[in-house]
């Protein structure tokens, strides 16, 4: 009778586990983004929670943990219960980049991959006065003439030094705080080039795209070759939105499942493509962990390479 009873009572308690993860989510769920309002990325959360919200049933709420370049808020998912209701909502480079080059609380194991919803701009790119329309001329122009670009972090800088290692030419950064400070040395004449996360994609007729610095070509530069065509690497380009490592696979299905219904949304559709210009790219759970792992074999070569 002993054994049957505990018997009974353990199916019990896995068809109430069973239960209870099938009826997620039962209350908010939260979308951590750990950057400033205003941005892009928590623009876009604030737009695609809502579509997220309907897709899931639940109300998904919005909480901004800016610091550490994307490490605090990364840290505090990474530290949250692996339940489904506390996520984050993050370009890669702040999953990936921090642990392998900084002391943080989170390694690249930490999270678990449910989806990316977009793919942020990233290219090298010039005034349209300048006098290299590609990658290839700005090279071999540098071979004979001093250049300098905006050295808006420890990440762009490292992989143009890796673009002037590789090519036995030099490129000196001057230190900007961001695109909004990028923008006025770039078209003042202050620079030569630029790493631009995106932003370059307002000010179509005064600046060109040299290279995208993503792993494919860029959405608005087609024709303009990325450096992984050149070098085999590519900068982090994804948006992601992740969990804490260990969130069972049913949630993280779920999930996955309601990302890419939400991913269609008109408003959420609307301003990615013709406000941000952004692509709307849906990848999967499966898809898009196997991405990270190339992408972090080629952000290991070039931290060798650079340092």
Do not use: C
């Not at 899931?56 to 990474?78: F, Q, W």
């Not at 984050?88 to 900084?102: E, G, N, V």
Request: glycine share 10%; aromatic share 8%; proline share 5%.
């Amino acid at each position: 009778m002993t054994t049957l009873a505990t018997f009974g009572l353990g199916m019990a308690t896995a068809l109430w586990s069973v239960q209870a993860r099938a009826e997620f989510p039962d209350k908010p769920v939260t979308l951590v983004v750990p950057y400033k309002a205003g941005g892009s990325t928590e623009t876009m959360a604030r737009v695609y929670s809502v579509a997220l919200g309907k897709a899931l049933g639940a109300k998904v709420i919005v909480k901004t943990r800016p610091g550490g370049g994307g490490a605090v808020g990364a840290t505090e998912v990474a530290k949250a219960a692996p339940d489904g209701y506390t996520l984050l909502f993050a370009a890669s480079t702040s999953l990936l980049w921090p642990p392998l080059t900084q002391n943080v609380e989170y390694d690249l194991d930490s999270f678990t991959y449910i989806g990316q919803i977009t793919e942020y701009q990233q290219a090298i790119v010039a005034r349209a006065d300048a006098p290299f329309d590609t990658l290839d001329e700005l090279i071999e122009h540098a071979r004979t003439h001093s250049l300098n670009y905006a050295d808006q972090s420890a990440m762009s800088r490292q992989y143009i030094n890796y673009i002037g290692d590789s090519e036995g030419v030099k490129l000196t950064g001057i230190p900007t705080k961001g695109g909004g400070e990028m923008v006025p040395f770039l078209l003042g004449g202050k620079i030569d080039f630029a790493w631009s996360g995106g932003i370059h994609n307002r000010y179509g007729d005064k600046m060109k795209v040299l290279a995208s610095m993503n792993a494919g070509r860029l959405l608005a530069a087609p024709d303009v070759m990325s450096i992984r065509e050149k070098y085999n690497v590519s900068m982090p380009s994804q948006a992601v939105i992740v969990a804490p490592k260990g969130t069972p696979a049913d949630i993280v299905a779920k999930l996955e499942s309601a990302m890419e219904a939400a991913t269609r949304d008109t408003e959420f559709v609307e301003l990615v493509s013709n406000k941000l210009k952004f692509p709307v790219m849906f990848v999967g759970s499966q898809a898009l962990t196997q991405d990270i792992a190339d992408t972090v074999t080629g952000l290991k070569q070039v931290i060798d390479a650079t340092n």
